[in-house]
């Protein structure tokens, strides 16, 4: 068995469930893991600033697999700045699991970068996970005294675990050689958006019949937090603009631009909000939807795991090309459409194309279906563990299936 320690900011939805595929037996992962939390986020109800209230997650979180909470002494306690995590006893927890390496899911916080920089990394490499990408282009010399600074933070790493195409381009980018590089493409518990499907489309024909949208209409499904960075006044107004016929366009959620977004829709017909959803609601949200449609803009829409879920539920896809999982998860004409990022009258002409063709738009959901198998857990930890193989036991065989070329990335 394989000690490895995981340091997470908090607990995390998307996360949870792949500590306990890792820890479960069934699975032979081969692999004695320990999660270690910085701060109790999603346990705990807790403000969220991007919804604008307060959230406690509603499926088990710490169910299933062996952790341990760091005290945070951050008087700001939070994700949202760089002192928001202070975690002075995290290296000595770590150092008493005694693990073979250290699985790091973030870094920009203050006591991350001390334990970076103090950590006895002969005896315990570490390894880092992250989503970040250069799809939005940033230019300047502040940009390039960043990107010096980042290079400098993954040096201290001895491998790293990239989630998709953009991701491991951003890596390369700050000279992270291929041969630190494993594929562990980002997914969410599939089995469980799966096994609900059936239940959750039962229970999305009443929702939506409660909601008021009419029985005849196809649906344009927005999930999330109503942000700048999401982009749901482009939709708004893309929908507004392309004067679909039986068609209703529905969000979910609520933030910053709930009031906005009401107001614009208001003058017009068929344009439907619902309050946010906890984590057990989320299959029969997807499911109310004929299409998920993510609009981001700009470089914070790292991944956008909800096309994860979108598509377990069979949905089709059309995604701004800012966001992270677009190259790939979503393809032109076959799951979904890729549109640039911020032109209303793109995302206009995608809305037209896709309810044009109703046998299409069904074949797309199907293909969906069929693409996310291969964004699995099992997946995500074959990579884990080819990372683990390579610097715990020195084999450096090290292939990267996901890519065209392991040299290149795609560059």
Same mark, same amino acid.
């Given at each position: 068995?394989?000690?490895?320690?995981?340091?997470?900011?908090?607990?995390?939805?998307?996360? /949870?469930?792949?500590?306990?595929?890792?820890?479960?037996?069934?699975?032979?992962?081969?692999?004695?893991?320990?999660?270690?939390?910085?701060?109790?986020?999603?346990?705990?109800?807790?403000?969220?600033?991007?919804?604008?209230?307060?959230?406690?997650?509603?499926?088990?979180?710490?169910?299933?697999?062996?952790?341990?909470?760091?005290?945070?002494?951050?008087?700001?306690?939070?994700?949202?700045?760089?002192?928001?995590?202070?975690?002075?006893?995290?290296?000595?927890?770590?150092?008493?699991?005694?693990?073979?390496?250290?699985?790091?899911?973030?870094?920009?916080?203050?006591?991350?970068?001390?334990?970076?920089?103090?950590?006895?990394?002969?005896?315990?490499?570490?390894?880092?996970?992250?989503?970040?990408?250069?799809?939005?282009?940033?230019?300047?010399?502040?940009?390039?005294?960043?990107?010096?600074?980042?290079?400098?933070?993954?040096?201290?790493?001895?491998?790293?675990?990239?989630?998709?195409?953009?991701?491991?381009?951003?890596?390369?980018?700050?000279?992270?050689?291929?041969?630190?590089?494993?594929?562990?493409?980002?997914?969410?518990?599939?089995?469980?958006?799966? /096994?609900?499907?059936?239940?959750?489309? /039962?229970?999305?024909?009443?929702?939506?019949?409660?909601?008021?949208?009419?029985?005849?209409?196809?649906?344009?499904?927005?999930?999330?937090?109503?942000?700048?960075?999401?982009?749901?006044?482009?939709?708004?107004?893309?929908?507004?603009?392309?004067?679909?016929?039986?068609?209703?366009?529905?969000?979910?959620?609520?933030?910053?631009?709930?009031?906005?977004?009401?107001?614009? /829709?208001?003058?017009?017909?068929?344009?439907?909000?619902?309050?946010?959803?906890?984590?057990?609601?989320?299959?029969?949200?997807?499911?109310?939807?004929?299409?998920?449609?993510?609009?981001?803009?700009?470089?914070?829409?790292?991944?956008?795991?909800?096309?994860?879920?979108?598509?377990?539920?069979?949905?089709?896809?059309?995604?701004?090309?800012?966001?992270?999982?677009?190259?790939?998860?979503?393809?032109?004409?076959?799951?979904?459409?890729?549109?640039?990022?911020?032109?209303?009258?793109?995302?206009?002409?995608?809305?037209?194309?896709?309810?044009?063709?109703?046998?299409?738009?069904?074949?797309?959901?199907?293909?969906?279906?069929?693409?996310?198998?291969?964004?699995?857990?099992?997946?995500?930890?074959?990579?884990?563990?080819?990372?683990?193989?390579?610097?715990?036991?020195?084999?450096?065989?090290?292939?990267?299936?996901?890519?065209?070329?392991?040299?290149?990335?795609?560059?």
């Amino acid at each position: 068995m394989k000690k490895l320690a995981v340091i997470s900011s908090h607990p995390i939805q998307y996360y /949870a469930p792949w500590f306990r595929y890792l820890s479960s037996e069934t699975n032979e992962t081969n692999i004695d893991l320990k999660v270690f939390y910085l701060w109790d986020f999603g346990i705990t109800e807790k403000v969220d600033a991007g919804f604008e209230q307060a959230i406690k997650w509603d499926i088990p979180l710490l169910e299933g697999y062996a952790y341990e909470f760091v005290a945070n002494t951050s008087k700001n306690p939070g994700t949202s700045h760089f002192w928001g995590l202070q975690n002075p006893t995290l290296r000595q927890q770590v150092k008493a699991f005694a693990p073979a390496a250290v699985l790091m899911m973030n870094y920009n916080y203050a006591s991350l970068y001390q334990f970076i920089w103090r950590w006895p990394k002969p005896s315990a490499p570490l390894l880092f996970r992250g989503d970040s990408h250069r799809l939005f282009p940033r230019r300047g010399a502040k940009e390039l005294l960043r990107r010096q600074w980042i290079s400098a933070i993954y040096r201290q790493f001895s491998g790293l675990l990239y989630v998709g195409k953009a991701n491991g381009r951003y890596f390369t980018d700050h000279g992270v050689s291929p041969s630190q590089l494993f594929f562990s493409p980002h997914s969410v518990d599939n089995q469980r958006f799966h /096994a609900q499907s059936d239940a959750a489309s /039962a229970q999305a024909v009443a929702w939506k019949a409660d909601l008021g949208i009419p029985p005849n209409h196809q649906v344009v499904l927005f999930a999330g937090k109503f942000s700048e960075k999401k982009r749901p006044v482009d939709l708004l107004n893309a929908f507004v603009a392309a004067q679909l016929s039986n068609v209703s366009l529905l969000f979910v959620g609520t933030g910053p631009l709930a009031a906005k977004l009401k107001a614009i /829709a208001a003058p017009h017909d068929h344009i439907y909000f619902a309050p946010f959803q906890n984590q057990t609601l989320m299959p029969r949200t997807y499911a109310a939807g004929d299409i998920f449609v993510l609009p981001s803009y700009g470089s914070a829409e790292t991944w956008g795991l909800a096309i994860n879920e979108a598509m377990c539920l069979g949905k089709p896809i059309i995604a701004s090309d800012h966001v992270g999982c677009a190259e790939d998860l979503v393809r032109d004409d076959y799951n979904g459409i890729v549109f640039p990022a911020g032109n209303v009258v793109a995302l206009t002409e995608a809305l037209k194309k896709a309810f044009a063709n109703p046998k299409r738009l069904k074949d797309w959901g199907n293909n969906s279906k069929e693409i996310i198998q291969k964004y699995s857990y099992a997946q995500m930890t074959d990579g884990l563990q080819q990372a683990l193989a390579a610097l715990i036991a020195d084999e450096k065989v090290v292939s990267h299936p996901h890519l065209e070329s392991p040299l290149t990335l795609n560059l």
